[in-house]
Every structure is written in C-alpha cells, then in structure tokens.
C-alpha cells in the first residue's frame, strides 16, 4: 500500500542553521511528492513539489529532490529563519486513484 | 481564481447537537477530501468525494459521521450527536480532476468545539 514517514519532531533550530527533515514513502505505482506547511491557525500551503524520479522541487529556499532508489522526499534549507517556524507535512499523490497520502507532521521552532 | 472556502471557521455547539461543515471547492475541482486534525497531531484521512460519489470513506467513523458533495452547492461533512472527542480542526481540500501531477489545494479549516 502507500504510506508515508516523517521524522518526528519537534526540532529546534537556530536562525541560520541547515534544516533537514526526512521523509520516505512507500507506494504501489509511480506518485508525485509534496511538501506542504501549516502555520498556526491556518490550512495547509503547497511548498514545493516533485513529480517524477530525480525531479528537484523547490521554493522560498527550500529544496527537495524525488529518490527513487532510496523512497525518498527529505526537505531542506540551507539557512532557516524565525518565519519558517510551522509544521511541515510530507505527501504523496496516489496517481491511479487520485488519492493523497500525508506523513504525521514535523514542527519546527527556528529560536532567533 | 477563490481558493478553497471553508465555513464556518470556528463552530461550537453543545453535545448532543448536529454540527455541518460546508466546503465549496475550487472553481473546475471535482475531487473533495476531507481530514481531521486534533490539536499538536498530523491530519487524519476522512473521506474522499467526486460529486455526487463517495470514492473512499475508510477514514470515516462508523457512526455518527457522514458526508455529500452534491452535483450542485458545497461539500457537507455531518456529525450528528458532537461528543467533546469530535473537537478538532476539520480541513477540506480539492483537486481537479485528470491532471495527474496537481496537488490538493487546501481550505483554512473549521474548528469545531464541542462544550
């Protein structure tokens, strides 16, 4: 089946830190990755995306490239500021069914 | 273009009451979904919807809950009998239908508060 996994959080950051956040999925076809955000007390915001193997999504600075042979979708960010705290979600697109798969959420602090 | 539009944003009602969730979809958007959230949590699969289909409700409680997308008006999630568990940001998001690399465009969500 499809299932997505996210490294728990929540992790706390400096302002100008190196963020990662790992994502693997596990899918029966061939689906799209995304990254979506949530600040407090909104919906859910695409980040970025990625739609085939070796595809790179990126935006704001943030980047994450599709890897097939290791499942993968990690987030990063080369330098994090205050605003990006929020929590973000990794997703897949089951492309047969139309259907989307979401991770548990990682919440970042990013401390000034 | 509007994006989603969920309402209302916040809703209270006292147990036992019936609380609808109205979602209108983005304009051309066929596909309907429907998540839970509870407070500090990921969001929880609920159903998803074609008009006037339900596609997959395996995220739906077995009782109480139900859900619409008719061929005309809004998406409608239904939770008859609110129990205070039933407190929770309840998010709609749609996708249009035969484009098969578009993401779900997401609502601000309905807080539902159950006292």
């Known amino acids: 089946g499809n299932s997505v996994t996210q490294m728990e959080g929540p992790v706390t950051l400096s302002e100008e830190a190196f963020l990662t956040i790992n994502c693997t999925y596990t899918a029966t076809g061939y689906p799209s990755l995304f990254w979506y955000v949530q600040y407090p007390g909104e919906g859910l915001q695409l980040l970025l995306k990625?739609?085939?193997?070796?595809d790179k999504g990126s935006n704001k600075g943030f980047e994450a490239t599709y890897r097939k042979e290791t499942t993968s979708f990690h987030l990063e960010k080369g330098s994090v500021q205050v605003s990006d705290s929020a929590v973000y979600f990794c997703a897949l697109k089951d492309g047969n069914f139309n259907k989307f798969y979401f991770g548990s959420g990682t919440k970042l602090n990013v401390k000034p | 273009n509007a994006g989603v539009m969920q309402n209302p944003r916040h809703l209270v009602r006292r147990r036992g009451q019936e609380a609808r969730l109205r979602c209108s979809p983005m304009?051309?958007?066929?596909?309907v979904y429907w998540y839970r959230q509870l407070p500090e949590e990921g969001l929880k699969f609920m159903v998803y919807?074609?008009?006037?289909?339900?596609?997959?409700e395996s995220g739906m409680p077995k009782e109480r809950f139900s859900a619409e997308f008719p061929k005309e008006g809004p998406s409608i999630l239904r939770i008859q009998q609110v129990v205070r568990g039933d407190s929770a940001a309840y998010f709609c998001?749609?996708?249009?239908?035969?484009?098969?690399?578009?993401?779900?465009?997401f609502g601000q969500g309905t807080r539902l508060t159950v006292v």
């Open positions: 998001a749609s996708s249009p239908q035969g484009v098969q690399d578009t993401e779900a465009f």
């Open positions: 919807l074609q008009k006037e289909n339900i596609i997959d």
């Open positions: 304009k051309g958007h066929s596909h």
């Open positions: 990625a739609t085939k193997a070796d």
